[in-house]
């Protein structure tokens, strides 16, 4: 069976004639969440760019579903949910009109968009700010409004970066359930995030960044023994490979 996002041998994302990534391949299947790991300025945000579609591979190629972004760009941005480390909204539109937006791009009727949002709203406690504007939101607040965006769509496949920054305790957990949730029924997710123990909890496999190549990935049975270290944390793991050099 064929993964759900295909990432084969892809360099790119130059900086002074320097690739930021260089050979990256992973895949993702259905019902999985995949946590990429790596240092700041590892080269997560360039991979995550680069399956958005934001950037084109100078080598390698990227697949969502069988599609790639340059042979049919409108189905592939519809194959994935896209959740930013910082909030992107507008000024003009409230919260619900954020989400009337989502809808209408995904080509949501109105009857599947009710049934979506209520809960989206209850959980994520967000049903009184519901025609407020964004810029009276806390950081948090604006995040929930990201959040709710990608899973009221419902894709087969999320990108997932940083999504727990600035989240309360309460925001995390619900988000953490919804994924699982997603996961449950079907969809894979990609969650770059910097907090190791969450993602030793709630992930699958680990792809772990450094210096814009893949160190090591596989669950963590399987990084435990490719590093020798049997009963050790991921926390352990990551840092034994990445002050290795």
């Known amino acids: 069976m064929a993964a759900l996002l295909e990432v084969e041998g892809v360099t790119g994302g130059y900086v002074s004639s320097r690739?930021?990534?260089?050979?990256?391949?992973?895949?993702?299947?259905?019902?999985?969440?995949?946590?990429?790991?790596?240092?700041?300025?590892?080269?997560?945000?360039?991979?995550?760019?680069?399956?958005?579609?934001?950037?084109?591979?100078?080598?390698?190629?990227?697949?969502?579903?069988?599609?790639?972004?340059?042979?049919?760009?409108?189905?592939?941005?519809?194959?994935?949910?896209?959740?930013?480390?910082?909030?992107?909204?507008?000024?003009?539109?409230?919260?619900?009109?954020?989400?009337?937006?989502?809808?209408?791009?995904?080509?949501?009727?109105?009857?599947?968009?009710?049934?979506?949002?209520?809960?989206?709203?209850?959980?994520?406690?967000?049903?009184?700010?519901?025609?407020?504007?964004?810029?009276?939101?806390?950081?948090?607040?604006?995040?929930?409004?990201?959040?709710?965006?990608?899973?009221?769509?419902?894709?087969s496949l999320y990108i997932v970066d940083e999504p727990i920054l600035g989240l309360d305790p309460l925001g995390i957990r619900t988000l953490l359930t919804w994924l699982e949730r997603c996961k449950e029924q079907g969809a894979g997710i990609l969650m770059s995030t910097h907090i190791l123990a969450t993602a030793e909890k709630y992930c699958d496999r680990f792809i772990i960044l450094h210096k814009g190549r893949i160190k090591a990935q596989g669950t963590l049975d399987e990084l435990r023994r490719i590093t020798g270290m049997p009963n050790h944390s991921l926390d352990d793991i990551y840092l034994h490979l990445v002050e290795g050099e």
């Open 19 to 155: 690739a930021v990534i260089e050979d990256i391949s992973f895949h993702i299947q259905e019902r999985e969440i995949v946590a990429l790991i790596g240092l700041n300025g590892a080269g997560k945000s360039t991979i995550i760019k680069h399956i958005l579609g934001l950037l084109e591979p100078r080598e390698g190629e990227i697949r969502i579903a069988g599609k790639t972004f340059s042979g049919s760009p409108e189905t592939y941005r519809h194959t994935f949910g896209y959740i930013p480390e910082s909030p992107i909204y507008y000024d003009e539109l409230t919260l619900w009109e954020h989400l009337e937006l989502a809808a209408m791009s995904y080509g949501l009727d109105k009857k599947v968009f009710a049934e979506r949002v209520q809960p989206l709203l209850k959980e994520f406690r967000m049903e009184e700010a519901r025609d407020r504007f964004p810029r009276q939101f806390s950081k948090g607040m604006r995040q929930k409004l990201m959040i709710m965006m990608a899973l009221m769509v419902q894709p």
